[in-house]
């Protein structure tokens, strides 16, 4: 019988992309604070400071290449067409890869939105944000990211997609992120939770129930997309 694969990745997948973390190891924190860069407080007081910064990250982010992970990701969605792809990652990489219908919670970084509709989105040429350019509705364009203490538009769906789960798979997360790490609640009981992490993310009441590959990314999607495929599909 086939299977709705439902998978979930985070910022460990895009490192080994070579893109900095937030929160790891030297991660961007380290020399960037949240309220100067990544909220709408930060927007409004020092918008030049935000477009300069988006542009760094964007350039980063185009300039990278889609690892063994993102690949073997877009594999499981060719063996399975009906998997789901939900990412916390503002890159492209899993759509460079080959992945479709990918839900970005947090935003995009080759796109920009309006400062006051949050879902009227543009495509950006190349990485360079002018600040002063201006959405068709008027207002002024923003990054298309999700900044601390906004809402999550995506979300409602991704709830939605975790509910139909029969294989949920988590990969490069911490799971501290809220709302996007309360998806495991969404999992229907039956689900399986693999999650695939060098370390061990806080997985609260799902401990027991989560099977854990001790892996970098690169790895273990790889190895856990071919046993899938051997398993229900040869």
Not at 10 to 33: I, K, N
Request: aromatic share 10%.
């Amino acid at each position: 019988m086939t299977k709705k694969i439902v998978v979930f990745t985070g910022a460990g997948v895009s490192a080994e992309s070579g893109l900095g973390t937030f929160r790891g190891s030297d991660g961007m924190w380290d020399r960037y604070r949240i309220e100067d860069v990544c909220t709408h407080e930060a927007w409004l007081n020092n918008p030049q400071l935000c477009v300069e910064f988006y542009n760094m990250r964007r350039r980063e982010a185009l300039a990278a290449q889609p690892n063994a992970a993102h690949y073997a990701i877009a594999r499981l969605q060719e063996a399975f067409p009906d998997t789901q792809v939900i990412t916390q990652n503002i890159d492209n990489l899993h759509e460079r890869a080959g992945s479709h219908n990918v839900i970005h919670l947090h935003g995009e970084i080759t796109k920009l939105r309006s400062e006051t509709n949050q879902l009227a989105t543009i495509d950006l040429d190349g990485w360079e944000q002018h600040y002063g350019d201006r959405h068709p509705d008027g207002s002024l364009l923003r990054p298309y990211v999700v900044f601390f203490g906004e809402d999550v538009p995506y979300f409602p769906l991704a709830c939605e997609v975790a509910s139909q789960a029969d294989i949920l798979i988590v990969v490069g997360t911490s799971l501290n992120v809220y709302p996007a790490a309360s998806l495991l609640h969404y999992a229907p009981t039956h689900a399986k939770i693999i999650v695939i992490d060098p370390n061990k993310p806080e997985l609260g009441i799902y401990t027991d129930r989560a099977f854990h590959l001790q892996y970098p990314a690169s790895i273990g999607v790889p190895e856990l997309v071919k046993k899938l495929i051997d398993t229900y599909l040869l």
